[in-house]
């Protein structure tokens, strides 16, 4: 071949090879068409076109109901997380005999018992439904305290530790001051959460 026909085939093939083009490649590239089918078909949320979806009515209802609820149990949350009953009608005759020595026990506190203060606690007990029999044994009980560090020992045992305050709440006035200084010292010794305390004194509280 010529030195002519030699440079005119190079400059043919510069041509169909111009810059940016690669023909082994394009044979071998898929079609938009076929690209489309391979993808995988990811379906679009249908707030994302729009922005976020507005609330609807229901949603609204929802939502002051769940504040109302919320708000209800926060107001009454102490009674709801310790639901504790003071009822000797439910406690067993060791449980009665042991929560009065308790209400003995804080009654003394405050000094000597009178008939009037005697009366007083036995018509508070008989509102939680001690029995006559139970009543009975309180002057008994008086004569003989049980000493204090064996009472809470065994209250604790027991697991009695929110009754004995609730029932030293009921027999004995808390606006005064000496009865309310052994509310307090008592549900110390007892370890009683304060959350709970205040639980007791809502529902027991003389």
Do not use: C
Not at 1 to 25: E, I, V, Y
Not at 34 to 42: D, F, G, H, N, T
Not at 175 to 194: E, I, K
């Amino acid at each position: 071949m010529s030195l002519q026909a030699r440079l005119t085939s190079f400059l043919m093939r510069r041509a169909q090879n111009r810059d940016g083009t690669a023909p082994s490649l394009e044979r071998d590239a898929l079609s938009a068409s076929q690209i489309a089918e391979v993808l995988p078909k990811v379906a679009m949320p249908a707030g994302d076109a729009a922005g976020p979806a507005r609330p609807t009515s229901n949603d609204i209802i929802a939502g002051v109901l769940s504040e109302k609820v919320l708000h209800g149990w926060s107001q009454n949350r102490n009674q709801t997380l310790h639901p504790l009953t003071l009822n000797f009608a439910t406690l067993s005759r060791e449980q009665s005999v042991l929560l009065l020595q308790v209400a003995v026990a804080s009654m003394l506190a405050a000094g000597p018992v009178d008939a009037a203060r005697l009366q007083r606690a036995e018509t508070a007990l008989a509102l939680v439904h001690a029995d006559d029999r139970l009543l009975a044994a309180l002057p008994a009980l008086m004569e003989l305290p049980m000493p204090f560090h064996e009472l809470v020992e065994a209250v604790r045992k027991a697991h009695l530790t929110g009754h004995a305050v609730a029932v030293t709440m009921r027999v004995n006035d808390q606006s005064d001051p000496v009865n309310r200084d052994f509310t307090r010292y008592l549900s110390s010794r007892l370890s009683l959460p304060p959350d709970m305390l205040h639980s007791i004194a809502r529902r027991y509280q003389n």
